[in-house]
């Protein structure tokens, strides 16, 4: 099965873009890139996914590389209330439609 | 409005007894699934069910029990046998079938066992 690996903390300007890295070097071609993000006591938010291509949605941008061993969450323009936990996980193809979730990136958003 | 409900918020309960936490969907998702959060940590799956009548163990489903018996409805049982039992229990559903279904996950539930 593939793992992630992904920074525990990062600190972003207000205003500024947050570039979120996660590692799957073990990724297999069926399995795709999950983000999803949790704010403190609430439950996890779905941010957005891909498998080769890059994605694009109303909340954020999904840049995977093109061995896809790496991809990168982005975020435009960071607000305060993007602070939170970030989670990078790869699909298991072979376990229905769970998800595993790793420790996840801590991403303060500071004024 | 279409959702997960989980209920209660929080919950305290004193040692030895048993508790059971709802959720509850009107999403007409065929899968649910029951998290675990411990404190600065990730997700740990216990129990997850793709249809009505069935359910699979995840990987720390000791000391926890579920039924699926209505489509919407997936309640978590949390046992005397589960020796840590004080965390923070996220409900999700999805779609079944096919890899690209995302999971939707209910606001969670703070259990306190005292």
């Known amino acids: 099965d593939a793992k992630t690996t992904q920074p525990t903390s990062m600190d972003c300007a207000e205003g500024r873009a947050a570039n979120l890295p996660c590692n799957h070097s073990t990724i297999s071609g069926n399995e795709y890139v999950y983000w999803y993000r949790q704010i403190h006591s609430q439950g996890p938010q779905y941010i957005i996914h891909g498998l080769k291509n890059n994605e694009t949605n109303e909340m954020a941008s999904l840049i995977i590389t093109e061995d896809r061993k790496s991809s990168t969450l982005i975020l435009p323009h960071a607000t305060l209330r993007d602070t939170a936990v970030y989670y990078c996980i790869v699909r298991f193809h072979n376990a229905g439609n769970m998800l595993t979730f790793g420790g996840g990136t801590r991403l303060m958003v500071k004024p | 409005d279409g959702g997960i409900t989980q209920s209660p918020k929080y919950l305290f309960r004193k040692e030895g007894q048993n508790v059971t936490l709802s959720c509850e969907q009107n999403l007409n998702h065929d899968a649910m699934y029951w998290y675990r959060q411990d404190p600065g940590q990730g997700l740990r799956l216990i129990y997850y069910s793709q249809i009505v009548n069935d359910f699979q163990k995840g990987d720390i489903a000791e000391g926890y029990s579920v039924s699926r018996e209505k489509k919407e409805s997936f309640p978590l049982t949390v046992t005397s046998a589960q020796k840590n039992p004080t965390a923070f229990y996220l409900c999700?559903?999805?779609?079944?079938?096919?890899?690209?279904?995302?999971?939707?996950f209910g606001p969670g539930t703070r259990l306190t066992v005292l």
């Open positions: 999700a559903s999805s779609r079944a079938g096919g890899l690209t279904d995302t999971q939707y």
